[in-house]
């Protein structure tokens, strides 16, 4: 009896196949990092928001770093999810998740637009800040990885 070797490309054996991954590495890096800049940011808004407008402020600065960060972590989980899927599915997450971070966005804005006991500057800051925290991050997680961009094997 003989048995055929798999073709580059095509999953490994099972031995293998419950390790860690670099790829899974990075993104949970991005997910442990952002999560804890988002966390910081919180802290900040927490104090401007009351140095600047009391209650007011810490509500409006709150609400600014929770939708900037469910919108930068919804792209991180979807690229966690996604990089063990097939390249369709994970298109499908990205998209997805692009879809999703601009319908909180809008909803947000329109939800928040016509309460007027609400401070709005606090809020756009405190949510762009988020955002390009997001952003900055994974930069530089995606920048010091050591992701092969090859397959070692395949041609």
Known sequence: MTTNPTPAGDLEPESHADQETAEA?????????????????????IVVGALVAGGRGVVAGLVGVGVSALAGLTTQAAMS??????????????????????????????????????????????AVSGVLLTLAVDFWVLRASRVPYVIPGSK
């Not at 994970?90 to 401070?119: C, D, P, R, Y």
């Open 81 to 126: 999810w996604g990089h063990k899927r097939s390249t369709d599915q994970m298109t499908m997450a990205v998209a997805g998740s692009w879809l999703l971070k601009m319908v909180i966005i809008v909803a947000a804005l329109l939800i928040l637009q016509n309460i007027e006991s609400f401070h709005k500057q606090l809020f756009a800051i405190f």
């Open 25 to 45: 590495r990075v993104y949970r890096t991005a997910l442990r990092r952002t999560g804890l800049g988002l966390l910081a940011l919180a802290i900040i808004a």
